[in-house]
Structure formats: structure tokens, C-alpha cells
């Protein structure tokens, strides 16, 4: 007997983002001690006050279903937050409070999007995208940036995309898996061009908070006409260390907070009750744990980027934000490596986890060829143990 699966389903490749830390979880249970440097996690726990906020909703029996799109309280914490950040205004009739960021974007192509419209889509880009689009019914045009270009593209590359289909432009900034930043400038460009033709920008800024140098801007501060075009896609899980929770969030004109927040009522109604009650207490209480990670953040990066440029056969630049170093191999590629041929970055990461056991991510899900993704957001322990082992493994000796 054959199952049938959709064409749809069938199309959806699983997430290698977590089949590669679900992976590196496996063997660490199994007692192999490699080093992780997969999914964007941090390695923080959630804030005491946060937990707290997630304990008293239990205990005060806030375990039944809230609205669809989200409580009035987060929404309130979530205008109250972009305000304080950004000075825009947002009503709760902007807001929809999502079971995470993930949920947001995918919420929001399947609302923008007719069968076979286009969304632009830079490259490198974060895995899910394309998946997410595609789930919408929508085609995915890809930019391509390079490593020269500080891996963003430029006003000229945008216009070329553009088609009379083109419906959205991805932004995600800081970027993953490159930690490149769009400056003030670049920004005021791109909005120029997405207003002259009419089209989104889905802003994912969920590493905003993680910025090393240079200064996050919102592209809906640049203007009423880009605010209208803009729907803003955050979460908790970076900047607060919920991943596990599920909480993100959008913020857009409310035809399309309204029609997400149909969708939502009849795929999965309300994000978990506690987990929002815990967002509340993270966007408005004490701040100051963000600043502690950063500066953790910092000294890793630093003490990364110095060690990665030390070693031969890989190099990268200096990420200004996120938690990601996205390292060229492409001199270590084409080689034998231990009488074996490695022509690809997947090739080579799974020939380090075999070889040197550090778990990496290839840069084929991101849209581009020759570079590996490392993830910070792991123990300078980690990091040092992670990096011997590389080198050593670069250097023939494993
Ligand atoms: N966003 C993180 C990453 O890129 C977590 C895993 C995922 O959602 O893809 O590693």
C-alpha cells in the first residue's frame, strides 16, 4: 500500500538548522563529546523574572485560551516596546502575537501572498524562507550578495528583481547566518525603491537586540509611506532566551494583522497562555540581561574571528550582530582531506563531525556555496575546544 503525501508536502525539505542540532543532541546523549556550533540557541537561561512571570500565571490558573492573535496585555507590551525602541505608534489592532517568530513569517507570506507571486529573497539567507514561501504558494526570487559586498545587496540588484508579480522583499537584519547589518543609508535606498513599486518588506529583525557595532534601525522609522508597507516580525527567543516558549510577534497595518489573526484562529488559535504571560514581564521588565549577553557575545565573536583568520584554508569577516560567524572553505574545498575528496561545504561538514566531531552548518541551505555557519551562542570553553579541533583537522592531524 502506497501513502499519499501532497506535492506540497512533498516539496518541504526538513529544517537543517535543526536536523543539525537535533543531531549534535543525539550524540551528546549517546556520550560523544563533540562540540556544537548548529543552532542559533543561546546557551543563556531565561531571566529569573521572566520564569517567575511564567510560574505566578500557572499558579494563578491563566491556562485557558486568550484571543487568538494574543493577549491585550502583550499587545499593549509589544506597542509599549516598539515605541520605546523605535518612537513609532502601534495600536493592539497592529499586533499579532504568534507561537514564535517562525509562526509570524509564515502567517504573514500565506496573508500576502496569491499563487505564484514573487518575494525577494537576498542570499545568504535563513533556511526557512524559501520553505515558508513556497508553503504560501508563493515563488522565491533570490538576490544573490557576495562577500565583498559585505553580503548585501545593492538599490540596483533590488530593481533588477522586481517584476510585476513581486509582492514582498525579505529584510532580515542583523542577518542570519552572516551578522551583516543594512545601515541607515542602505535602508533609506531600499525603502525608496519598495515604496515606488508597492511592495512589503517583511522585516525580520529578531536579532536587533544583538548589535556589536553600528546601530539597528527599523526600516518603518524612514517614512509614513514605508510604515504602511512594513510588517515588523519579532520574538522573544534571542533576546530573551525563549526559544523554547514560542512567542513572536508582527506589527502591520491592520488589514493584515486582521487577516493573520483569522488564519491563526483556525490553525492553531492562541500561543501558549503562560509563555505570553512570561513575555510581558520580559519586554517590560529589567533589560540590563540583554547588555551582560552582549558583552559575552562580544568577547566570543572577538576571540573567534581571531582565531578563524590565524587558521589556513578558512577565513571570515567581522559580523557586526546575531550570533554567527559564516566562514569561507572554499580554499579547503576541491581537496582531499584524509585520502577523501571534498568538493562541498556539506561534504566538509559532515567529514569535521566524523572526523573532528564539531557540528557546524553547511552553507548550502542558506542559498550559497563555500561557507560554513558557526554559532557563538555556546561556551568560550566550547569555542576554544570547537576551534583546536578544527584547526588540528585543517592541519591533517585528526
Ligand atoms: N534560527 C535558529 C538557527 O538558524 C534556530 C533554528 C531554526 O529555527 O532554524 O539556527
Known sequence: MSLFISEKAKSISPSPTLAIDARYKEMIKEGIPVVGFGAGEPDFNTPENVKRAGISAINANFTRYTPASGTLDLKHAVCRKIKRDTGLEYGVENIVI?????????NV???????????ILPAPYWVSYPEMIKIADATTVVINTTEENDFKFTPDQLRA?????????????????TGMIYTKAELEE???????????????????????????????????????????????????????WRIGYMAAEPEIAKAVSNIQSHMTSNPCSIAQAASVEALDGDQSVIDDMKHEYITRRDYMVKRIKSIDGVSCLNPHGAFYIFMNVRESLGKEHYGKMINTANE???????KALVAMVPSEGFGIDGYVRLSYATSMENIKTGLDR????????C
Open 98 to 106: 504568534s507561537n514564535g517568530g517562525k509562526h509570524s513569517l509564515s
Open 109 to 119: 507570506f500565506i496573508c500576502i501572498c496569491n499563487p505564484g507571486d514573487e518575494v
Open 161 to 177: 528583481a522586481i517584476t510585476p508579480r513581486t509582492r514582498a522583499l525579505v529584510l532580515n537584519t542583523p542577518s542570519n547566518p
Open 190 to 244: 531600499i525603502a525608496k525603491i519598495c515604496v515606488e513599486n508597492n511592495i512589503y518588506v517583511v522585516f525580520d529583525e529578531i536579532y536587533e537586540k544583538l548589535i556589536y557595532e553600528g546601530k539597528h534601525v527599523n526600516i518603518a522609522t524612514l517614512g509614513e509611506d514605508i510604515k504602511k508597507l512594513t510588517i515588523i516580525v519579532n520574538g522573544m527567543a534571542k533576546a530573551y532566551c525563549m526559544t523554547g
Open 348 to 354: 566538509f561538514c559532515a567529514d569535521v563531525l566524523d
Open 390 to 397: 578544527l584547526e588540528k583537522y585543517l592541519m591533517g592531524e
